[in-house]
């Protein structure tokens, strides 16, 4: 059964950088695309990032410009660079591919001064 585990996060200032790591146990080629995700504090967990088989990314509109979303097959990673990090990007980020599988723990991201 294929899982999937994610690391990378912490707390960094407004402004900072961090990149998060999921690790895909499995075939990573079953899924037709892979995302993250993010859920904060009272909201619903929404998709940030998601990277498709061939390549083909998308972004939620916040995240534009900041966020990259890449893939390496060789490895079975899928990662998120996220630059000028800001408070509302606080969040426990999962990722989950398509068709999914059961979600991960998470990792947490704090941004706070």
């Known amino acids: 059964q294929v899982r999937v585990l994610e690391s990378g996060g912490g707390l960094v200032q407004p402004g900072g950088s961090l990149r998060l790591s999921c690790a895909v146990f499995?075939?990573?080629?079953?899924?037709?695309?892979i995302s993250w995700h993010r859920q904060a504090p009272g909201k619903q967990r929404e998709e940030v990032a998601a990277v498709t088989r061939t390549g083909s990314t998308r972004y939620v509109k916040s995240v534009e410009g900041r966020f990259t979303i890449s893939r390496d097959n060789a490895k079975g990673t899928v990662n998120l660079q996220m630059n000028n990090l800001q408070p509302e990007d606080t969040a426990v980020y999962y990722c989950?591919?398509?068709?999914?599988?059961?979600w991960g723990q998470g990792t947490q991201v704090t941004v706070s001064s």
């Open positions: 989950n591919g398509d068709p999914g599988v059961d």
């Open positions: 499995g075939n990573i080629f079953r899924f037709n695309s």
